[in-house]
């Protein structure tokens, strides 16, 4: 009998193994059926994954922050190749993370293991100089966004454009605001805004505390405004709950915080105040207007600010080549600007044309994620 092939998966980070584990699962449903393993979360690992290593070990943002890291995270990545190379896989697919996968790859390459990489870095928005870094360590792209496949290919990567996982996945009409609000116990007729100031420990450090004054200087002007707080993980919940103090207590409090429930909190909301990454691009495709901002370390802001390429930072304004929402960034970012920038999002004018523009986007990107880079990922195995 003819040995099962065999890939070896490389997710940075909670993004990466929800992105993923659709496609793990379209490949172990498939006639190829392949040995599927390496470093994911639980998203992974459900859908089929043989967790080598768990994805908290890569998750490190910011310049100054992957310092501190750099030597036990350079050691991860020679043992993942040596280990890869003697399983051995014949196929390596590192999601998203590319200063981690892309050595990985190149590292795999070398030995004779093809490899894959989904998720392009945003060479379109800054580092473009990765592109010849990406073409000496990756056999194929796969891209989730439109305009991407192009520069890939003018570079000598070859690329296919498989639409984007969230897409398919967050149809708001399965988010109905009523509905939503009823589940999360929210006030049926009250103006919510939710709350995102990030998934990672490093970003609520930076921008915990702006999110929680800026709920303050809108209840100042709102006393009955709510909001709901939706925290990635049990401790983070714990940290912000420190934060918010008297903000939270239980049902009566002006903020409700939530373990989890992001896409159902972003539904009860009539607007949302995120932090720039991946959460924009669910805020967007579930059709609410939205204030986009980031905080981090002033090092690394003064380094990506140097080398941005275009004027925007958060994905729907990215995508749609507008500034279709505001963007408040470092220290443009104050609770004052960013409420009126609340303010601003919930008046129904503003509203109805974001969100005219947010479903135009979404109908670019729901095309089938998983299954298109399952089939991908399927005839590079053959």
Known sequence: MEQRRRIVWSAGEASGDLIAAPVIAHLAASQVAPEQAGVGGPAMKAAGL???????????????????????????????????????????????????????????????????????????AWRAERLKKIRGAVDHMLLIFPFEAPLYEAAGVPATYVGHPLADVLDPAHFPKAEMRARLDLPADARIVCLMPGSRPSEVGYMGELFVRTARWLLARDPGMRFVLPAATPALAERLRALLGPLESGRGGAVRLLDGDAHRAIGASDAVLVASGTATLEVALLRRPMVITYRMSPISYRIMKRMALQPWVGLPNILCRDSVVPELLQDEATPERLGAGVVEMLDPRAAARVEARLSALRETMAIGCAARAAGVIEAHLR
């Not at 890569?58 to 040596?82: H, I, K, M, Q």
């Not at 892309?102 to 945003?122: C, D, E, I, N």
């Open 50 to 124: 043989s967790t080598w290593v768990g994805i908290e070990q890569l998750s490190v943002r910011g310049y100054v922050e992957v310092l501190r890291e750099l030597p036990r995270l350079l050691r991860l990545r020679r043992d993942l190749a040596r280990r890869a190379a003697a399983w051995p896989a014949d196929l390596f697919v590192g999601v998203d993370a590319p200063d981690f996968n892309l050595g990985l790859a190149r590292r795999l390459r070398r030995s004779g293991v093809r490899t894959m990489h989904f998720v392009g870095p945003s060479v379109w």
